[in-house]
C-alpha cells in the first residue's frame, strides 16, 4: 500500500458524458500527478500539482482538466468521452516534486471503461 | 519530441533463467527511474541512477546507468516467479518538469 488512495476503482460510462476521478496523496506529500496508461500508449504523463498550483502539463487534452483543492487532494474532470479515453487513470504523488529525484508513489488507480 | 525507448517489450524465461531490459533515451537524462507494475498492480519505484557510470544493486537486480547518461539497464540473475511485471525505466524530461516513461518490458517466468 503506497500510501495514495483512488476514487472509484472502476467506472464505466458512455460517449459524450462526464466522470470526475479522485486522488488523496500520501499524508505530507504536496505534488499529485496524473497519468494515463493504456495498452499502445503506456504510462502517459498528464498533468501535476504542487501545493494547489499547476506545475507541469504533458500530453493531456482539452477536454480533461485537473485540481488540487487546500486539503492537497486532487480531481481529474474528463468530458465528451471518447472510446479511445478507456484506460487506467494512475495518480502519484511526491514529496516536493521540484526536485528531479522526487520519488512518486502511486495509487492503484481507476479503470475507466466508455461503452 | 523527447523518448524513451525500452527493449524488449516482452521476456519470457525459465525460473532461474538471468533477465536483462534496456532503455535508451533520445536525449541525455539527469537521472533515470526504474519502477516494476505487478499485472494487475500500479508502479512502484525502484531505485533511481543519477550519476554517469552509476552502478546499483538491490538483492538479484542490477542496474547500470550509461557513461553519456543516455542509457540505462536493468539485469536480473536468476530469475523468480515473484519478479513478473512490467518494468519501467523513466527519465526526467528536457524542462526537468516531467517523467517520460518507457513502454516497459513485460516479463512472465515459467517455473
Known amino acids: 500500500d503506497s500510501g495514495v488512495t483512488q476514487t472509484p476503482k472502476h467506472l464505466i460510462t458512455a460517449t459524450g458524458q462526464r466522470v470526475t476521478l479522485r486522488c488523496s496523496p500520501r499524508?505530507?506529500?504536496?505534488?499529485v500527478y496524473w497519468y494515463q496508461q493504456s495498452l499502445d500508449q503506456g504510462l502517459q504523463f498528464l498533468i501535476q500539482y504542487y501545493n494547489g498550483e499547476e506545475r507541469a502539463k504533458g500530453n493531456i487534452l482539452e477536454r480533461f482538466s485537473a485540481q488540487q483543492f487546500p486539503d492537497l487532494h486532487s480531481e481529474l474532470n474528463l468530458s465528451s468521452l471518447e472510446l479511445g479515453d478507456s484506460a487506467l487513470y494512475f495518480c502519484?504523488?511526491?514529496?516536493?516534486?521540484?526536485?528531479?529525484?522526487?520519488?512518486?508513489?502511486f495509487g492503484p488507480g481507476t479503470r475507466l471503461t466508455v461503452l | 519530441g523527447q523518448q524513451v525507448m525500452q527493449i524488449p517489450q516482452y521476456q519470457h524465461v525459465q525460473e532461474g533463467e538471468d533477465f536483462t531490459t534496456y532503455c535508451n533515451s533520445s536525449t541525455t537524462l539527469s537521472n533515470i527511474q526504474w519502477y516494476k507494475q505487478r499485472p494487475g498492480g500500479h508502479p512502484v519505484f525502484l531505485i533511481q541512477l543519477v550519476k554517469s557510470g552509476e552502478v546499483k544493486k538491490q538483492k538479484r537486480l542490477t542496474f547500470q546507468f550509461g557513461e553519456a547518461k543516455k542509457n540505462s539497464s536493468l539485469h536480473i540473475t536468476a530469475t523468480q516467479t515473484t519478479d513478473v511485471g512490467t518494468y519501467f525505466c523513466a527519465g526526467l524530461n528536457q524542462a526537468g518538469t516531467a517523467l517520460i516513461f518507457g513502454k516497459g518490458t513485460t516479463l512472465s517466468v515459467s517455473s
Open positions: 502519484a504523488s511526491s514529496v516536493e516534486g521540484q526536485r528531479s529525484t522526487d520519488t512518486q508513489y
Open positions: 499524508s505530507g506529500d504536496l505534488s
